[in-house]
């Protein structure tokens, strides 16, 4: 029996999805003179704050279109592609359609934006971004030569587009771990997720879930799992939309599914998770300590800001021309005045001397934390009144079915989940925030009872 046959012969609810590819080019057979070039950030941000030195070459991309004829090409062939043939019955990505399924959902569309991405340093093969298709071979060369600026490509290789098994990811636990099979622990791909970074990010979680319950312990970290919540990492959205929600297409982590976007930044991940790194042992010493000497340099420019008085007396107001900063009329705070735009690195410098010696990583999250001082407090205070909210705790034989108000839906799927909190009852697709208002009324009267009114 194959592995997908096991799992499902164990229990395991086991689904199909697809997913597609676009053709690459040969480099040197695209007319670029006739293309837009694309270029990338000046200033790239670097993976890690450990890489010094980071100025690799930026190559451009270019953006072409496709047009009429080839909206015709593709329609004139659409039943060749094994989606539409009917070869093809999974679900695809909904937020990278083939092109095909563009042509055919889109029809009032005169044309798609396609970027092409040089694959490597070199640039010899070049990647058609926003054209994934499973057309025949020589379909993809008509469509190709249609378009601008690729009317003698040479097609390295052709786009394709394959199904695969997942395990409906309802199945397991936050660990990862499945529910089922004790000690078995399930990632990436195969638990409905589409991308490197979703599986990479829960081969990690997994894995180091998995290490956890062999009973391997950092001196730093005694817990038995390692659970990211909604507000603290986007692994911590990803993996609870998973296991709570399940997925019925590739699931992809977009920022919009996150609650709380303005705390979950890239620029600050190592503020919010270097704590768990470096307790889990993936952080050295040296590197943590110097990540809590930016935190308490961070704490306390924030601390003198606040409490700061500027007033739009003579000597503010020379400063602000000085810098070529508009003037102020009423007083504020420093936070206020920081958080600015067109204050930029050297203007906060030299405006404020608590800031002068920092560098510029710190100076970065002061600007930000200035800039969005009053939604980040108002999203840390959100945060704060639902965290005492939501771990209010429901009885694990609490009567779903007793509770007037409570639509049929709501019971049945309240029951299925047997959710321990109203937090996770909350994450639960097709439970609503009134099923979760009368939830709660019920669970406060059911706990001041003792259960009577149950
Ligand atoms: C055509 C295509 C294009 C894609 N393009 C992108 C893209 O541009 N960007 C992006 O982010 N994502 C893209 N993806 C998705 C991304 O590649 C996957 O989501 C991701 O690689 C999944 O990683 P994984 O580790 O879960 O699974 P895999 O990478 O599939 O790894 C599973 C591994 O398990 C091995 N294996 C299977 N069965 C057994 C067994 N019985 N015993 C031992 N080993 C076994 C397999 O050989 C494989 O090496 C694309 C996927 C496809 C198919």
Not at 96 to 117: A, G, N, T, V
Not at 194 to 213: D, K, P, R, S, V
Not at 229 to 239: D, E, S
Request: aromatic share 8%; net charge negative; proline share 5%.
């Amino acid at each position: 029996m194959q592995l997908s046959g096991c799992l499902q012969a164990l229990g395991l609810q086991v689904g199909r999805l697809k997913t597609g590819t676009c053709p690459r080019l040969a480099g040197a057979s695209i007319d670029f003179s006739q293309l837009e070039p694309h270029y990338g950030d000046s200033n790239p941000p670097k993976f890690s704050t450990k890489t010094q030195d980071f100025h690799p070459t930026q190559l451009p991309c270019y953006l072409t279109y496709t047009n009429p004829t080839t909206h015709a090409i593709i329609e004139a062939n659409l039943d060749k592609a094994p989606m539409f043939s009917g070869q093809i019955e999974s679900v695809g990505p909904r937020y990278c359609p083939s092109i095909e399924d563009k042509i055919h959902r889109f029809k009032d569309k005169e044309r798609h934006q396609l970027f092409l991405e040089p694959q490597t340093r070199s640039a010899s093969e070049y990647y058609v971004n926003g054209l994934s298709t499973s057309l025949p071979f020589e379909i993809q060369e008509q469509v190709i030569h249609s378009i601008k600026g690729l009317e003698h490509a040479h097609i390295t290789r052709y786009g394709y587009a394959i199904e695969y098994d997942f395990v409906q990811p309802t199945a397991l636990h936050h660990t990862l771990e499945t529910k089922k099979i004790p000690n078995l622990y399930l990632a990436g791909q195969i638990n409905g997720t589409t991308g490197y970074e979703e599986a990479a990010a829960q081969g990690l979680m997994a894995g180091i879930n998995a290490t956890l319950a062999l009973g391997v312990r950092t001196p730093s970290f005694t817990e038995k799992t390692f659970i990211l919540t909604r507000n603290q990492a986007y692994i911590g959205v990803m993996i609870d939309d998973l296991v709570c929600k399940g997925t019925q297409e590739p699931y992809r982590m977009f920022t919009s599914r996150a609650e709380y976007r303005l705390l979950l930044r890239e620029d600050n991940a190592r503020f919010r998770l270097g704590a768990y790194a470096h307790a889990l042992g993936l952080m050295d010493d040296c590197d943590y300590a110097k990540l809590q000497t930016q935190q308490d340099q961070i704490a306390a420019a924030m601390h003198v800001l606040q409490h700061m008085s500027i007033t739009p007396n003579k000597l503010t107001l020379e400063k602000l021309q000085a810098l070529n900063q508009a003037p102020i009329n009423d007083k504020c705070d420093g936070v206020f005045l920081a958080g600015r735009d067109g204050f930029e690195e050297q203007d906060l410098r030299a405006f404020f001397t608590c800031l002068q010696d920092l560098d510029t990583e710190v100076l970065e999250q002061v600007k930000i934390a200035c800039k969005y001082h009053s939604y980040i407090e108002k999203q840390s205070a959100s945060i704060a009144k639902m965290e005492s909210l939501w771990d209010t705790k429901i009885p694990q034989d609490f009567a779903f079915e007793r509770i007037a108000g409570l639509g049929l839906e709501a019971i049945e799927k309240l029951s299925k989940h047997r959710p321990k909190t109203l937090l996770e009852a909350s994450y639960i697709s097709g439970i609503t925030p009134a099923n979760l208002e009368v939830l709660q009324i019920y669970l406060h009267l059911h706990a001041k009872t003792g259960g009577v009114l149950l």
